[in-house]
């Protein structure tokens, strides 16, 4: 299994970016695949998840600005985030899991697999 994230950069505050997560071993029909991030000097907090439902959840922060979307026949999840602000500075994260109910998509420990990180940093 293999989550690969990319997509990120260096971008001027105001600017947008769309992260990326390709998933190689599992299935988006099966998994629930999840965006997280984490701040220099802070814990992994939960963006966003697509459930294999395509049902779509979002952390308070991230409604209105960030929009997650997935390509089942290339097996990708895409995180659209516009307007970016300095607080948005962050590793990246994705991760994949099955059988997770509702109550536990924004659980770190929900999910069995993890890529390796993007890095985004907002700055003028």
């Known amino acids: 299994v293999q989550l690969q994230a990319s997509g990120g950069g260096l971008v001027q505050p105001g600017e947008s970016l769309r992260l990326s997560c390709v998933v190689r071993g599992r299935t988006l029909r099966r998994d629930t695949v999840a965006w997280f991030r984490q701040a220099p000097g802070k814990g992994r907090e939960f963006v966003s998840a697509v459930r294999s439902s395509g049902t779509t959840d979002y952390a308070d922060f991230a409604k209105g600005r960030f929009t997650i979307s997935r390509d089942i026949a290339l097996n990708t999840v895409h995180l659209q985030i516009t307007g970016l602000k300095p607080e948005d500075t962050a590793v990246y994260y994705c991760?994949?899991?099955?059988?997770?109910?509702?109550?536990?998509?924004?659980?770190?420990?929900?999910?069995?697999?993890w890529g390796q990180g993007t890095q985004v940093t907002v700055s003028s």
């Open positions: 991760g994949s899991g099955s059988g997770i109910i509702l109550s536990s998509v924004p659980l770190e420990t929900s999910y069995a697999y």
